[in-house]
């Protein structure tokens, strides 16, 4: 069983950066796919970013591209993903994923393990 430990939330004024970790423990497992996902109250779950485990392909949601930066520690076992020029409606909870499709996914579906997710907001 994979366990997610995501870190690094918390409260940052717009224009503002936070760095999130995930961190992956816990027994050995091949994993394709490392995602990060966000859910707004009173909104849906959406993908933000993801990469393959050897660190290419890496896909972004619109509404971040250019903003945020997805990169992965091979030796730690640990993904980031860099929030740069942040906005009020980047405020969300935010989750790591982990997949064993060897595709870097924007679907929910094909992401097996969950973190229990970080708190973001961005203040106007």
């Known amino acids: 069983q994979v366990q997610l430990v995501e870190s690094g939330g918390g409260l940052v004024q717009a224009g503002g950066s936070l760095r999130l970790s995930c961190a992956a423990s816990?027994?050995?497992?091949?994993?394709?796919?490392m995602g990060w996902f966000r859910q707004a109250p009173g909104k849906e779950r959406e993908f933000v970013a993801a990469?393959?485990?050897?660190?290419?392909?890496?896909p972004y949601a619109d509404s971040v591209k250019g903003r945020f930066t997805i990169s992965r520690d091979g030796a730690k076992n640990t993904v980031y993903l860099q929030m740069s020029s942040l906005k009020p409606e980047d405020t969300a909870v935010y989750y790591c994923?982990?997949?064993?499709?060897?595709?870097?996914?924007?679907?929910?579906?094909?992401?097996?393990?969950w973190g229990q997710g970080t708190q973001v907001t961005v203040s106007s």
């Open positions: 816990r027994g050995t497992f091949r994993t394709y796919t």
């Open positions: 990469i393959k485990w050897s660190g290419d392909s890496t």
């Open positions: 994923a982990a997949g064993t499709s060897p595709h870097a996914s924007s679907q929910l579906d094909r992401y097996d393990y």
